[in-house]
């Protein structure tokens, strides 16, 4: 099966939406949800790194887990569970879905992708996100997309409060839809912050038999 783009895959895989109802609080005023942005553009700005567990789960409950490599800005690895032929990584510049299996390599802009939101800490939420009602104080919810770039998709992305975490905030998880609606649901677990990733964590083998490896 081809297909466009790497969340496009992904969410063939597990395709659900992130079960935010219930979970982050109602913010009405506008001083409460510019005060929520600002505090998650601290989130990204000084998060410089991160690790984390992560799952997938599909619509029919089944799950994929895996570990988590971010560096900021641009760099993301999505290693999966043994016998999954799957590797998504973006380089800072490109985001990448090598399929093993196939021996298929596709590549797309970060920028063109919901990961941008997440991978670009200067980027001005002011702009392109807004606040979710949510059910707890302890949660935020935060949906980023550009009205002038539908092709793009949206991300959801879920905080906890967490003193220990960089700004008071633990990125939980988020639900990236793609231009196709597929949506894809990532949850996180252990994560670390600014701890030392090297750049050769988002290096990957070509498994094309006419490409050297990068």
Do not use: C
Not at 2 to 21: C, E, G, I, Q
Not at 89 to 106: A, C, F, K, N, W
Not at 154 to 165: E, G, L, S
């Amino acid at each position: 099966m081809t297909l466009k783009n790497p969340l496009t895959r992904l969410a063939a895989l597990t395709l659900t939406p992130l079960a935010v109802a219930g979970l982050a609080i109602v913010v009405p005023a506008a001083a409460q949800s510019s005060s929520t942005l600002a505090s998650v553009q601290s989130h990204l700005k000084l998060t410089s790194s991160m690790t984390a567990d992560f799952v997938q789960t599909d619509r029919n409950g089944q799950r994929l887990s895996g570990q988590l490599t971010l560096k900021r800005p641009g760099k993301i690895r999505f290693q999966y569970q043994k016998g999954v032929p799957l590797l998504i990584v973006g380089d800072g510049s490109s985001l990448t879905m090598i399929d093993y299996e196939v021996r298929q390599v596709q590549r797309w802009p970060v920028k063109n992708s919901p990961l941008g939101a997440l991978l670009d800490p200067d980027r001005d939420l002011t702009k392109y996100a807004r606040v979710l009602p949510t059910g707890s104080n302890e949660v935020l919810s935060v949906e980023v997309k550009d009205p002038a770039r539908p092709e793009y998709g949206t991300i959801t992305m879920v905080f906890v409060r967490d003193a220990a975490a960089p700004a008071g905030l633990r990125l939980r998880g988020w639900v990236a839809l793609d231009s196709q609606n597929n949506r894809t649901r990532i949850d996180l677990s252990n994560q670390k912050f600014n701890v030392a990733v090297a750049d050769s964590a988002f290096r990957w083998t070509d498994p094309r038999p006419t490409k050297r490896g990068r």
